[in-house]
């Protein structure tokens, strides 16, 4: 794995597993010696989580984890529940042999991230998976959409969510797969509208306060 890959990594585990906590800062000379890598590496890394809304890089203040509202991670959650069920139909319209393909993939992936009980591949996977349902509806501009909203999604879920929100009571992403493969639009329309409420319903939006971080005993932990 390349460094500034690794790096990337090791920081979304620590977002996601709440070791950093919504709007902790996230300071480059520290990170930096952390890691052994120049501060240029580490603003790359920076700048990629925040491109996926996992941080925030404002002038003069650094970076910060990000600190989604409530409203807003409802709000992603109610885009989400509106857009997704929509796009079912044209999924089951393009269903190929390579589209089951595709998503038992990930399917597969899915069950041994939770075996392991590891939340960050479980949180990247499932985003990975509705992204892929929607780019197979052959919507693209939907499909983009919707990447956006499951970043989003991520952030909200890393910070207000559980693995209850990931791997949900609701069922799992395998039941889906199977209904689009038997073409049951209509069952597979209402599987995703009670998946993302279920999702919804499982955010919890009480944050503990961020205490001040030695950052490279945490990295030296997890
Ligand atoms: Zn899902």
Not at 102 to 107: E, G, Q, T
Not at 131 to 141: D, I
Not at 193 to 215: C, G, M, V, W, Y
Request: negative net charge; glycine residues 4%; charged residues 25%.
């Amino acid at each position: 794995m390349r460094k500034d890959e690794f790096i990337y990594q090791q920081m979304l585990k620590a977002i996601v597993e709440h070791h950093l906590l919504p709007d902790v800062r996230l300071p480059e000379d520290q990170l930096a010696e952390t890691f052994q890598v120049s501060r240029t590496g580490i603003r790359k890394v920076l700048h990629r989580l925040a491109l996926e809304r996992f941080v925030t890089i404002t002038p003069n203040k650094g970076a910060h984890v990000a600190k989604p509202t409530a409203e807003e991670a409802e709000q992603v959650l109610d885009s989400r529940i509106l857009i997704e069920p929509v796009l079912i139909d044209g999924v089951v319209a393009h269903w190929s042999e390579s589209s089951k393909t595709r998503l038992y993939d990930i399917v597969k992936q899915e069950k041994v991230a939770e075996q392991n009980n590891n939340l960050k591949d479980m949180i990247q996977l499932s985003a990975s998976f509705h992204t892929e349902l929607a780019t197979l509806s052959g919507n693209l501009v939907m499909a983009e959409f919707v990447n956006q909203l499951t970043l989003r999604s991520s952030l909200v879920i890393a910070v207000f969510g559980s693995k209850q929100s990931v791997g949900c009571d609701c069922g799992h992403h395998h039941d889906l797969v199977d209904m689009l493969d038997r073409g049951e639009a209509e069952s597979a329309k209402v599987w995703m509208k009670r998946h993302l409420e279920a999702i919804k319903a499982s955010l919890q939006f009480t944050i503990d306060k961020p205490k001040s971080i030695n950052f490279k005993d945490l990295f030296s932990t997890i």
